[in-house]
């Protein structure tokens, strides 16, 4: 009983707020439109983190002091945890499982874990205290990397922005360490997040294009009002690649306006690139475009791919089929 006791005290909060992070996930729906939530959970986050860097030295010398710092800390702990679980089902979404992009979502998934259990959260900050950094910056560059395009901001854009936001969003924390002036610390830090974007843009195939998302996506003989005819399988034949069309619907934000392409490739080498007329925001189901395969390749036989890509290369979704000989 009493070894009972001791695990629920030092585990039984964490595993009640994982229960209650699944319940958030896949019992209630959370509308990424009410970008309000992501506005106001960032400000309270960037002022708690700006309040505690400025007075963790000072608030240090005294029992009250600790346990004011102590209970700023948690309130930063459980911020990072809710802005990370309102975040994944969009990154879920907007994520392609075999690219690169999947990679993001998988670091979203690494904090989101370490955020909801305390023990691992205050053994990796004690260990590396540049833990609560990462978790600020990352938190900050995914959710102006959703909240921006939700308010007509492009994608690529927002990707550029939220990454240089994010750098220069950690100017209280140099200002402190290196105790230098405010205009310093904003100095440094706006000139190092010129320096992220441009890695931002090299490397933006690693970053899923959230909140867009691939709503709808088959292969079929024709597009008849806006809907696709005879569907097909992931399995063809040589001849049933004449013709073949590649039906997709994305969805994105009311307000939102984003030229795509489709980009047809056999064993993972580009056969064409078919630009689509921008689609607009706003649709539950998607706004709806096809692209049709005209020319077929001697030997077309292989792994066939049609990936939907924004006009700055970003991968919103993949279809998938094979060709039979």
């Known amino acids: 009983m009493r070894g009972a006791f001791a695990w629920l005290r030092r585990w039984g909060i964490s595993v009640a707020s994982l229960i209650g992070g699944l319940l958030a996930l896949f019992v209630f729906r959370r509308e990424l439109p009410h970008v309000r939530w992501i506005i106001g959970y960032l400000l309270l986050l960037w002022l708690l983190f700006a309040l505690t860097v400025q007075v963790r030295e000072a608030f240090a010398t005294s029992k009250a002091g600790r346990l004011a710092l102590t209970a700023a800390d948690y309130t930063i702990q459980s911020l990072y945890h809710g802005v990370l679980l309102f975040l994944l089902p969009a990154y879920w979404a ?79 924390a140099l200002k402190r360490s290196r105790r230098w002036p405010w205009w310093r610390a904003l100095g440094a830090t706006a000139i190092a997040g010129g320096g992220v974007v441009l890695l931002a843009v090299a490397g933006r195939a690693w970053i899923p294009p959230a909140p867009l998302s691939l709503a709808r996506a088959t292969l079929a003989r024709d597009v008849v009002g806006g809907e696709p005819v005879s569907p097909l399988g992931p399995k063809l034949g040589a001849d049933d690649l004449r013709g073949l069309v590649a039906f997709t619907a994305v969805y994105a934000p009311a307000g939102l306006r984003q030229p795509i392409a489709h980009v047809w490739r056999r064993d993972g080498r580009v056969v064409s690139v078919v630009p689509l007329s921008p689609f607009h925001g706003g649709r539950r189901e998607g706004f709806r475009t096809f692209s049709r395969k005209s020319v077929v390749p001697a030997d077309p036989a292989g792994r066939w791919s049609v990936d939907v890509v924004t006009d700055s290369g970003q991968l919103i979704g993949r279809l998938r089929f094979r060709v039979s000989p």
Not at 104 to 133: G, H, K, Q
Not at 136 to 146: D, K, P, R, T
């Open 94 to 172: 907007s994520a392609t499982l075999d690219a690169p992009n999947v990679a993001f979502l998988v670091l979203l998934i690494a904090l989101t874990l370490l955020a909801t259990f305390d023990p691992w959260y205050r053994a990796a900050v004690e260990r590396v205290p540049a833990v609560t950094d990462v978790f600020f910056v990352v938190s900050l560059f995914a959710a102006l990397n959703v909240a921006l395009p939700l308010v007509g901001v492009p994608p690529f854009w927002a990707l550029l922005t939220s990454a240089w936001m994010a750098v220069v969003g950690v100017a209280p």
